[in-house]
């Protein structure tokens, strides 16, 4: 089961399209779930692909798939630090501490922290205006909230939404995740 939700929702990560991806899973057993986390982590690690629980609340967990190199030259961007700053991360630090802390700000947040979009690959001026506008006022609502390059953006999200269609048949006819990463 959490195979396929890592297929069904972080495809475009899994084919090297996307920095990450994020997904909520509902587990029935704790002990189980970790494990199966630890083993598919293993196929995916050797590949680029790091898979990360962001948060777990009760029997339901926040799991954050990404490219570690991907990331990091995100994270690098014009315009990134200004914002991490300015929610209390040490930008002196390296992808685990930035992660660290956004994990200590899903816990002390009832909603998303604004800037989860720069760990996702959302454009960073879109993240900005996100932030600016309170979430409103956006030009197109596609995967994430649009402010900017909107015809840049529909493209984008059709390319994904693609890939996700391709990996969900794949999967389908027995193939396997580590089968479907694509290497770093």
């Known amino acids: ?11 475009p990560t899994l ?7 994020l997904f909520s899973f509902k587990f029935q057993e704790k002990n189980k779930f970790l494990k199966d986390i630890f083993a598919l982590n293993n196929a995916a690690n050797g590949k680029g692909v790091k898979i990360d629980i962001l948060s777990i609340r009760e029997n339901r967990a926040l799991i954050y798939v990404y490219r570690i190199k991907a990331l990091v030259k995100d994270l690098s961007k014009p315009g990134v630090f200004d914002i991490l700053t300015k929610y209390g991360y040490d ?13 200590t700000r899903l816990k002390m947040t009832i909603c998303f922290p604004h800037e989860i979009g720069l760990f996702l690959s959302y454009p960073v001026e879109d993240v900005s205006e996100f932030i600016r506008q309170n979430g409103k006022n956006c030009k197109y609502c596609g ?7 909107v015809d840049d953006a529909k ?11 391709v990996y969900r048949r794949v999967f389908k006819n027995d193939r396997n995740i580590a089968q479907m990463i694509v290497s770093a």
């Not at 089961?1 to 495809?11: D, F, G, H, T, V």
């Not at 002196?92 to 660290?100: A, F, I, K, S, T």
């Not at 995967?143 to 390059?149: A, E, H, R």
């Open 15 to 21: 084919a090297g399209m996307k920095t990450a991806n």
């Open 155 to 165: 493209a984008l999200c059709k390319k994904y939404e693609h890939c996700q269609a």
């Open 91 to 103: 930008t002196n630090g390296d992808v685990e501490e930035l992660l660290n802390v956004l994990k």
């Open 143 to 149: 995967l994430w909230k649009v402010y900017c390059n």
């Open 1 to 11: 089961m959490l195979e396929k939700e890592l297929i069904y929702y972080c495809a």
